[in-house]
Each structure stands twice: as structure tokens, then as C-alpha cells.
């Protein structure tokens, strides 16, 4: 099991409801996507890996594998037209998952989080992810 994060680069529907509806019908699309990352998508993996290097960068043999926080590679695989999604292991998810929104949301990508059922919008004023009030800063 891992953490999971929708990236959209559609409008998606303000009304509860209507937007987990939205995306799912997305997710269905994606999976019958062949068409190729779209270029923002393809942008904000550059941003993430030089960061995080996939997964599919390093050897079967490399021990530096097991400090990568994602959970398959390769991760361009994952991006389509409409949307990418992203798997973290769960034990570097509170490290990796602002990352991910920070940069997506500068390149105008929508990110859902099915784990909290949040959807981050770019321009909502949603930078970034508060820590917990019970994690010392």
C-alpha cells in the first residue's frame, strides 16, 4: 500500500461530491490514455527527480534504492494527457507530499489526496501544508 496523489490539469468541480465523481470519471480516461505525458506533467517529474530520483534509476543491486520515497517506477509512466498520478511510500509521505504541491501547484496542476479527500487548487491560496499542531517544528 502506498500514499497516492491525483495530479489534474482539468477544472475540477468546486461542489462536494460532484468533484470526487469528477475525478474518478478521470481516473477511468486515464487508464485508457496512451497518449503521452502532458508537458507540464513532464515538467514538474524534471522537478521531482532531481530531487527524489525514480525509481527506475537506480540498479536492482544499488542499496540507494531503498532511501527512494517512491513507491513504482517508472514514474513518467504514470503521467497521461489529463492527469498523473504519484505513489510514496507511506513513511516519507509527510516529507515528500509538500513538495509534490508546492511544485504542482506553481505549474498550475490540481492535486488530489484521496487519504484526507483534499483537492488543492493552484490560486486558492493553498501554498502549502501546515505541520500538525502535535510535530515540533
Not at 35 to 42: M, P, Q, R, T, V
Not at 43 to 62: G, I, M, N, W
Request: net charge negative; glycine share 6%; proline share 6%.
Amino acid at each position: 500500500m502506498s500514499f497516492t496523489v491525483d495530479l489534474i490539469l482539468t477544472d475540477v468541480p468546486i461542489e462536494k461530491g460532484a468533484d470526487w465523481k469528477y475525478i474518478e470519471n478521470l481516473r477511468e480516461e486515464y487508464y485508457e490514455d496512451k497518449s503521452g505525458a502532458h508537458e507540464k506533467l513532464i515538467k514538474l517529474h524534471e522537478v521531482l527527480t532531481q530531487r527524489y530520483p525514480c525509481l527506475s534509476s537506480f540498479a536492482d543491486d544499488d542499496p540507494e534504492i531503498d532511501e527512494s520515497p517512491w513507491a513504482d517506477g517508472p514514474m513518467i509512466g504514470n503521467f497521461a494527457s489529463k492527469m498523473g498520478m504519484l505513489a510514496i511510500i507511506y513513511p516519507r509521505a509527510d516529507e515528500v507530499f509538500p513538495f509534490i504541491l508546492k511544485n504542482a501547484l506553481a505549474l498550475n496542476i490540481v492535486v488530489a489526496d484521496g487519504q484526507s479527500e483534499k483537492i488543492y487548487r493552484p490560486g486558492d491560496g493553498t501554498k502549502t501544508i501546515k505541520k500538525a499542531w502535535w510535530k515540533i517544528w
